[in-house]
């Protein structure tokens, strides 16, 4: 026969595993609902995977700066993945070579035909590769260099005269492209001015502390305008 006391430690057992399930439940679902962003991980032997803490840092920058809820964990994805469809913003970058297959094109295009948003941050070296395997997913579409006054620019932080200049590469002005589908930008890329390198870990590239901070913010902007447009 079970005495009161004991009866009443068991009851106080099983109510405490209760209360941690539910809390398991609840940030599991927290965890489900925040934004994530997936490095997109592609064939051809460019590097896709460089400096995994980019997106980390940005998304820690947006929880301090913004009220999106996000979860700021590195993730990639292929684009042959049933988890594709599971992320608003996909980031791609790298220094070398890419190649779409026939399916991947076709599941990109849908991804971004239902929703999704494509940033690509030229690392040096990828704009040929990059601009190439983009006409396998969109043929009959180019590449056109975004204003100043585009509303990504000033959706958030101010940056009215574009993108930032976060490296030198070519010595080349920071450029802003987009691709669009009725009206609404389905792909972002940014050449001769990485600013993902400025997400990175400070002791990386050894940015000031000002650079990285401009970076931070503008990729803030990408992120608002992806989220809200």
Known sequence: MITKPTFLRILCVLLAFSIIGL??????????SALRIARLKYNGG???YNDPSAEVNLLRFIQ????????PRYEFVELSSDKLFSYPILFMTGHGNVVFSDYEAQRL?????RGGFLYVDDDY???KAFRRELKKVFPDQDLVELPFSYGLYTCHFNFSNGAPKTHEHDGKPAQGFGLFQKGRLLVYYTYETNPSDGWTDAEIHGDPPEVREQSLRFGTNIVVWALTH
Do not use: C, K, P
Request: hydrophobic fraction near 20%; charge should be negative; glycine fraction near 6%.
């Open 23 to 32: 809390s398991r439940t609840h940030a599991q679902s927290r965890n489900e």
């Open 109 to 113: 295009r849908s991804y971004l035909e």
């Open 64 to 71: 301090q700066n913004t009220t999106i809820d996000v979860d």
């Open 125 to 127: 070296g990828l704009d």
């Open 46 to 48: 460019g590097d896709w």
